[in-house]
Nanobody, 122 residues
Framework: QVQLVESGGGSVQAGGSLRLSCRVSGYNRWCIGWFRQASGKEREGVATIDGDGGTIYADSVKGRFTISKDNTNNTVYLQMNNLTPEDSAMYYC??????????????????WGQGTQVTVSS
């Protein structure tokens, strides 16, 4: 059974940084994505990373967020810099459990973590 566990959320002031972690049990070069859902809004894709390290970012986070992975401990990271109040949301990691190129829409991501809250104050 695939399990994803996020950590690293918290409260920061605008301009600050956070690093989210997502530990994926049984990870085997699958496509991993970070998604977020703000209060009253639909869930949106933030960044993805495939088995070869290829990445995709939403336009709203390009240049500020970096997704990376450590295959030795089955963990995917989301480094978030220069945070703004618009980044406040519940952040989820998910996997399609497929190989190859990833995608930023949530359709096809079958396994999800419980989420970690990020709150950015102005």
């Amino acid at each position: 059974q695939v399990q994803l566990v996020e950590s690293g959320g918290g409260s920061v002031q605008a301009g600050g940084s956070l690093r989210l972690s997502c530990r994926v049990s049984g990870y085997n070069r699958w496509c991993i994505g970070w998604f977020r859902q703000a209060s009253g809004k639909e869930r949106e894709g933030v960044a993805t990373i495939d088995g070869d390290g290829g990445t995709i970012y939403a336009d709203s986070v390009k240049g500020r967020f970096t997704i990376s992975k450590d295959n030795t401990n089955n963990t995917v990271y989301l480094q978030m810099n220069n945070l703004t109040p618009e980044d406040s949301a519940m952040y989820y990691c998910a996997t399609s459990r497929t190989l190859g190129r990833c995608w930023l829409v949530e359709t096809g991501y079958k396994y999800w973590g419980q989420g970690t809250q990020v709150t950015v104050s102005s």
